[in-house]
């Protein structure tokens, strides 16, 4: 599986990812600053965390303007599989590679802690190793992770399976008081159409080896190389 790490200024979590793919792959990925133009051939291409552009704008916008983001754009077109994470995830519905957008948190507060989410769909790339229904619990570390969208796009999302990701308790069950930021329909991740693009808030990276006290990010990492190899 031959992987890239978009970079931006502001990128913070661009280590973490290039950490966990190699671990996962056995060899490091290129990572591309967001000012090139072109990408070589690729299986997966990862838009990480951080604060591109430091958020100024709205979060996700000047970087959704970077050169590299045509590269991006392109290659979705082609099937290449691209994994938005936090801030990637922003980026991805700027660039309209993904329906939504995402607002501050309902609580207007800088959120960092870890949640349940319960895996809607496991009929993917990114999710094969997961069961429909299984609950993990991954990290979040935003402010503005409050997705939203029309009432017909997000019953497009649900009756065509692209919701990936749920926010919920233990049990699994969704609530307001398990949805950490007030996204509509407790969403955490959502797909594009053919489910090949994959933006979610929280983060796998940081859920992936024993040190992290918690590996259930590791299997989002596993189902790629599963797929892709």
Not at 185 to 193: E, K, T
Request: neutral net charge.
């Amino acid at each position: 599986m031959k992987a890239a790490v978009i970079v931006f200024p502001g990128s913070n979590c661009d280590r973490d990812v290039a950490v966990a793919l190699e671990r996962t792959t056995g060899k490091p990925p290129v990572l591309i600053w967001h000012r090139e133009s072109e990408l070589p051939p690729l299986d997966l291409i990862v838009l990480p965390g951080g604060f591109a552009y430091g958020d100024y704008l709205r979060c996700g916008a000047m970087a959704a303007q970077s050169p590299i983001m045509r590269a991006v754009v392109a290659r979705v077109q082609t099937g290449v599989r691209v994994l938005g994470i936090c801030n990637g995830f922003q980026v991805l519905t700027e660039t309209r590679l993904l329906p939504g957008a995402l607002m501050p948190n309902a609580a207007l507060k800088f959120i960092c802690r870890t949640v349940g989410l319960r895996v809607e769909n496991a009929d993917s790339a990114f999710t094969r190793r997961f069961q429909p229904g299984q609950v993990i619990h991954l990290p979040i570390a935003h402010g503005e992770g409050n997705y939203v969208a029309d009432a017909e796009t997000l019953a497009r999302l649900d009756g065509e399976g692209q919701v990936a990701f749920r926010y919920c308790d233990s049990a699994g069950v969704t609530s307001d008081a398990a949805n950490p930021n007030g996204s509509a329909d407790h969403i955490a991740g959502v797909f594009n159409a053919r489910r090949t693009v994959l933006g979610l808030m929280p983060h796998p990276e940081r859920a992936f080896e024993p040190l992290h006290g918690n590996t259930d990010g590791r299997m989002i990492f596993d189902s790629l190389l599963e797929a892709l190899s």
